[in-house]
């Protein structure tokens, strides 16, 4: 695969995303190596969302006004309309960093032989008024659990041709599904030791839901043998046990605490007062060597 001249398109999808899209736009659009495509797919917003895309239109490759079966179905229609060679999702609540594209574009010149690259997130928990930054952290993990940042993922075109679009069935386990299959079937996968995008951690597959448990069980089934995958269930069950006792108990800022520091082993961390916007204008400029 030939990847010396990254053309990047980027999608953005969005329902009801007034108070965070605009800035998630400006994050794409504000790059210091600019993408090639920039698509927004809006599943049917009531709040304000749509005027806000509108005003940005003369910016925007492709538009897509229309109702969808979940996150992973928009995703697949942005995916349909990219014409670029290399493909990066960034939700609408998310940024990149200023040098995300740039970044990534590089690495694709280093590493032509790699279909998938993978960088940090700067994680930004507004309700604990933390951020955290985490290794990047390892591809090789995917088996028992998610262990790439997907909003700091970017996938060559011809990967999502030999290997397929995202599984629409899924509503909150589709990203780490087709990351599998990725994996699966071969394809390269390259780490980029740099926080790429800045992550709102606040989404519905950051808990344990019931649909969570359903979907991960359907994935351990789907890619274990028989034995490894009933110890990773119970595993994973025994986890949402414990999380719900930590809860219970009142303890979960020190849980927390303990597991960035211990546990993942977080890079860099702390606290802030005010909005993610100001948080994030002085992260992005403290955050250019990690």
């Known amino acids: 695969m030939s990847m010396f001249s990254p053309r990047f398109s980027v999608i953005t999808v969005c329902l009801n995303a007034a108070a965070t899209i605009e800035r998630s736009l400006d994050s794409v659009l504000s790059q210091s190596c ?15 969302t749509r005027e806000i ?21 928009a995703f697949n229609k942005g995916l349909a309309r990219a014409t670029g060679n290399v493909l990066g999702i960034l939700n609408a609540d998310d940024l990149y960093a200023p040098w995300a594209l740039e970044t990534v574009a590089e690495a694709c010149r280093e590493h ?38 997907h909003p700091a993922t970017f996938v060559a075109r011809s990967v999502y041709d030999r290997c397929g ?9 589709g990203d780490w599904d087709l990351m599998l299959r990725f994996l699966r079937s071969g394809v390269c996968f390259q780490p980029v030791d740099r926080v790429l995008t800045a992550f709102r951690n606040s989404g519905v597959s950051s808990a344990y839901s019931q649909r969570l448990l359903r979907e991960n069980r359907r994935i ?19 986890k949402c046990w414990g999380r719900s006792w930590i809860e219970k108990l009142g303890v979960s800022e020190l849980y927390a605490r303990y597991r960035d520091g211990r546990l993942l082993c977080a890079e860099s961390s702390g606290s802030f007062e005010g909005s993610f916007d100001k948080l994030w204008d002085v992260l992005s400029r403290q955050l250019q060597n990690f």
């Open 165 to 173: 679009f995202f599984d629409p069935s899924f509503r909150v386990s």
């Open 112 to 149: 032509p032989e790699a279909g998938v690259f993978y960088g940090k997130l700067a994680v930004v928990d507004e309700a604990r008024h933390r951020w955290t930054v985490y290794p990047v952290g390892d591809h090789g993990r995917l088996f028992s659990h998610m262990s790439i940042a």
């Open 220 to 238: 351990y089934k789907k890619s274990l043998p028989s034995l490894s995958a009933w110890g990773a269930i119970l595993k994973m069950h025994l």
């Open 34 to 48: 600019p993408a090639s495509e920039y698509i927004v797919v809006d599943g049917g917003s009531t709040d304000g």
């Open 53 to 73: 895309i509108e005003r940005y239109r003369p910016h925007l490759t492709h538009v897509v006004f229309e109702p969808d079966e979940g996150i992973y179905d």
